[in-house]
């Protein structure tokens, strides 16, 4: 089955750094990834629908200067976080839709990855 | 605008007892509804979804939900607890038609006791 992989798994930084996270379709080309975050004992909030070749959309109250995307091929996007601070904490969680016709193609999520910052 | 409710941030069960984990939904438009299941420090796996047509629909694992549009629900059920299904449980409702943009209820963490 289709594969997404996330990487890194947890990352620890320093407050003011910042931090790439990678997003893979492994034997599927993905056109649309999006982004989620998931705040302790909470549901996943999507942040920002990123599609191949063109800028991201964002959801409303997300910072685009703070939360970067970048889809630069079909089976590659990441989200950066610039400047972290600690309350960027969180659980960030990537899907991809699979398939050409990808409106209704399902979504495939990666393992998600783990944001320290101190 | 969609939303989805889901009733109880933990449900508890002995290996072997059902489960049923509830999920309502508010939407405008026909919705398409799933529910995801997410282990420990990993992503979501899909375990089944509504689109159009059959309202009960099977998953994976055993699972099952039935759409039931004049109660606006989709809970999900198992007929038969086992140890391994101890996660957290996602319910979904897709903002448009098809699996673009998901909105997801706070989840459901189901503990199994043996």
């Known amino acids: 089955g289709a594969v997404v992989s996330q990487h890194p798994s947890r990352v620890i930084c320093k407050s003011g750094t910042s931090v790439k996270i990678e997003c893979r379709s492994l034997?599927?080309?993905?056109?649309?990834m999006f982004w989620y975050r998931q705040f302790p004992k909470q549901s996943l909030m999507l942040m920002a629908t990123?599609?191949?070749?063109?800028?991201?959309?964002?959801e409303q109250g997300v910072e685009k200067d703070k939360f970067l995307i970048n889809h630069a091929s079909l089976t590659l996007s990441t989200l950066t976080v610039t400047s972290a601070h600690p309350e960027d904490s969180s659980f960030y969680i990537c899907?991809?839709?699979?398939?050409?016709?990808?409106?209704?193609?399902?979504?495939?999520f990666g393992n998600g990855t783990r944001l320290t910052v101190t | 605008a969609q939303s989805v409710t889901q009733l109880g941030s933990h449900v508890s069960v002995s290996e072997g007892a059902l489960v049923l984990l509830r999920c309502n939904y508010s939407?405008?438009?026909?919705?398409?509804l799933f529910w995801y299941v997410q282990y420990p420090n990993q992503g979501l796996q899909l375990l089944l979804k509504?689109?159009?047509?059959?309202?009960l629909v099977k998953g994976i694992n055993g699972f099952e939900a039935e759409f039931k549009k004049s109660e606006t629900s989709f809970h999900l059920t198992k007929p038969s607890a086992h140890m391994s299904d101890a996660a957290e449980y996602f319910c979904?409702?897709?903002?448009?038609?098809?699996?673009?943009?998901?909105?997801f209820g706070t989840g459901t963490r189901l503990l199994v006791s043996p």
């Open positions: 899907s991809a839709k699979s398939g050409t016709n990808s409106y209704n193609s399902p979504l495939h």
């Open positions: 034997d599927f080309q993905a056109t649309t």
């Open positions: 990123s599609n191949e070749g063109s800028k991201a959309t964002y």
């Open positions: 939407s405008s438009v026909p919705p398409y």
């Open positions: 509504y689109t159009t047509g059959a309202t």
């Open positions: 979904a409702v897709s903002l448009n038609t098809g699996f673009q943009k998901l909105v």
